[in-house]
């Protein structure tokens, strides 16, 4: 059944649809006086041409999380989620294990519908994860906890022309049909169909500043002594990163960026998880994992060179990349540590011979598709906790990498290169590599991007390649 949109925008429930609620409700009610707590959800076809990411930029209410994950190029594919029923947070070095758990026990709970429809259909689970095991601590990172995954209230899932609207409460023992009905009702009624994404502001008043947060001289520092590290034998690669920050005589509009990413970015993974009054935004051409079944799907990207306008330009400077001893060798890094890392939960895992270029807007890169049959159940969430950081954002050997990364870049990581993106009730999924990514909180954008360090790498070189990577932002952010 479709539900049906009102004359305010709002969506409604067909006669049927609400029944059917009105049965998972009931039937949670029971679950829930047996295990404390239950999810209740129904799952609708709604009208093709609904966008889901401008759905959820309209209808967020003020200070609420909201969360976009699309990727244009791949049929439509969109997830767009709003509200929460229920937050899984943990920290530390389990932080991974201890959200999958939580959420399996949650989704062996749930009374929804049967699955029916496109990946992501149905309760799910959406957010992110630090790159660091504790999370970000300086202030601009309050809300996005070490291991933070949101029970959306309501989500819409599109692949190709099929839209689906999923509306999710978790019942306790001490709630009612009633109680709940009305508050999914309420709802599916504030969500607003049609209203576009709004645009960036052509020609606001006042000035853009834009600064590292650490002078340049410090990144070809920090560059230089990793080089040492490495020519000694210590580690085989580091990836460093920088901070730059726009400071907009306006707040920044997280939507009207995210409407511009999409229209300059199609082929990338676009992210925005809103928290209170900031939002996280990338433009990530990088995925970590994605489950469906018993296929795992990853991306070994590392390697970088910058576009040309000119396609004769363009096509010799990707082969030139393909030729680049330095850039092949971050290339092979990678590839073996996801490869050895896969095998052990895995039938096979098996990777192309030679890496591809991967052409971004404004930058290509070395890619290499891997792809595994996993040999038992192991959640898109456990997957990614297994894998990050890969070597493309960390460093190998990652024992010794990790400590070396804050203590020679001086910033506060973040979210930034975390796995971020979402998981359903069969623990299927999808996480990409928080990179080409900003923190917004007001008029304050944080912008973040590493190249990685190995034994011939120059540090002139390495700063201008993470300003070649902070050009996917940067232009859009600074007016």
Known sequence: MASVLTAHGGFGLAVADRVRLERRLSDALRRARRHGEALAAITVTVDPATDPTAVAAASRRPGEPWFCFEQPDRDSAALAALGVATVIEAGGPDRFKVVAARWRTLASHAACDPPDGPRGCGPVAVGGFAFAPDGGTDPHWAGYAAASLHV??????RRGTDVRLTLCALATPDDTVDDLLARMERRAAELRGGVPLPLLDPDPAGRYRVNSAMPPEHYEQAVARAVERIRAGELQKIVLAREVQVHAPVDHDPAAVLGVLREAFPSCHLVCAGRGDAAFVA???????RRDGERAATLALAGSTRRSADPAVDDHLGERLLRSAKDRE?????IRRIARTLRPHAVWVTALDEPEVVKMANIQHLGTPIRAQLSRAVSAVE????????????????????????????LDRGWYAGPVGWTDLDEDG???VALRCA???GPVARCYAGVGVVSDSDPAAE??????????????LAG
């Open 283 to 289: 433009a990530s051409p990088e995925l970590l994992i």
């Open 430 to 432: 999808e996480f990409v």
């Open 439 to 441: 923190l917004l909180r």
């Open 330 to 334: 971050e290339q092979a890094i990678v």
């Open 463 to 476: 700063l201008a390649e993470t300003e070649i990577k902070l050009q996917a932002l940067l232009p859009v």
């Open 152 to 157: 959306p209230e309501a989500a819409l899932v």
């Open 383 to 410: 997957l990614a906790g297994l894998l990050h950081p890969t070597p493309a954002v960390g460093g190998e050997p990652l024992a010794v990498a990790a400590p070396l990364i804050p203590a020679l870049e001086g």
